[in-house]
């Protein structure tokens, strides 16, 4: 089977090329290079460097394929309240220009990479699939609005699709010939790399210390990136019938930040410098799910730890410096 994967030069995206290029499928690679390293792409994999908003690169792209596992999108959530017309553009006309192109030339398998950032602020945790949906930005609007999309016309359109809702990420793939996948951690906000860059010059801000937590810090679900790969891999070998699942993709295990850097010297066996700060405007308290829809639908589970995330984003750093 012959596979597309959007954005396959990216951090999720290098991950998920070289597992399924492992796992025996053919795959191309589209990719616009503005978030991620060309360096990164399985020389196995055929390569398209483009947008998803040209269509003579998207149909050069397709050329031949059976699936499409769409992980391209712009991601930063500050920029997209900065820029959101750019945001709306690159992730819903550009995903809506995908699937179009995918009924015309008769692709019925997509999986689509959404986001737990849907779920907005939360009162109640841990969250299932059938939790309230109510973003705060315009990153996981454009998120919401392919969910509920692919949930109003795959079947008519007759695609068969997974929705993935991931949470927060981390970690990184050594692959066989010893080469760490590189993650862009210029500019990247999230704590895992914030912890790794953190110094005694640049202590990494802890937005709040009086949440309504065991510690007064955010609860967050981390999962492995290779585990997050395995979870693309199993959505498309179980995909139903025409029609849409929503899957939330984390460990059901929520860690405070505070936990977090306790975790972060354990593993690294050094200090992390941290200050605390004010809350940031939009942020909740806790972003947990269950997993279990995941493991009754496509049989995952996570293997992976918070121990095995620090310790392999730590390495693909020290590699790639």
């Known amino acids: 089977m012959k596979v597309l994967i959007t954005g396959g030069a990216g951090y999720i995206g290098s991950v998920a090329v070289n597992k ?20 990164n792409i ?3 994999a055929n390569f398209i460097q483009g947008s998803i908003l040209d269509k003579q690169k998207l149909d050069q792209a397709l050329e031949g ?8 999108a712009k991601i930063r959530v500050e920029e997209g309240q900065s820029y959101p017309d750019l945001y709306k553009q690159v992730n819903v006309t550009g995903t809506l220009n995908l699937i179009h192109t995918c009924v015309e030339k008769k692709i019925s398998k997509f999986i689509f ?18 939790s309230q949906t109510s973003p705060i930005n315009v990153y996981g609007t454009t998120k919401l609005e392919i969910d509920e999309f692919l949930e109003s016309n795959s079947k008519s359109l007759g695609i068969s699709s997974i929705s993935l809702r991931f949470f927060n990420v981390g970690g990184a793939l050594r692959t066989k010939d010893g080469k760490w996948l590189k993650f862009k ?13 953190s110094s005694k010059d640049k ?4 937005y709040g210390n009086d949440w309504p ?9 981390y999962v492995h990136v290779v585990d997050l790969a395995e979870a693309l891999l199993k959505s498309l070998e179980k995909l139903p019938a025409a029609g849409n699942q929503v899957i939330n993709i984390g460990t059901s295990s929520g860690s405070t930040v505070l936990e977090m850097l306790a975790e972060a010297e354990a593993s690294l066996n050094r200090k992390i410098p941290f200050k605390f ?26 293997k992976r730890n918070v121990r095995d995330i620090f310790v392999d984003a730590e390495q693909e750093l020290i590699s790639n410096r």
């Not at 492992?22 to 191309?28: L, P, R, S, T, W």
């Not at 602020?121 to 299932?128: G, N, Q, R």
């Not at 202590?203 to 802890?206: H, Q």
């Not at 937590?213 to 679900?221: F, H, V």
């Open 20 to 39: 399924f290029i492992e796992a025996g499928y053919q795959v191309n690679v589209i990719d616009d290079l503005s978030n991620g390293y060309i360096e």
């Open 203 to 206: 202590p990494m801000a802890v």
């Open 42 to 44: 399985d020389q196995r």
């Open 277 to 302: 700060e004010n809350r940031r405007p939009g942020d909740c308290f806790a972003l947990v799910t269950s997993n279990s829809k995941a493991l009754q639908i496509i049989g995952w589970e996570p």
């Open 213 to 221: 937590t065991k510690d007064g810090t955010q609860i967050r679900d």
């Open 185 to 197: 951690h210029e500019g990247a906000t999230h704590l895992i790399p914030n912890i790794l860059k």
């Open 65 to 72: 394929v059976d699936a499409v596992v769409h992980l391209a």
């Open 113 to 130: 990479a959404s986001t737990a950032t849907v779920y907005g602020s939360p009162e109640i945790i841990p969250l299932t699939e059938q």
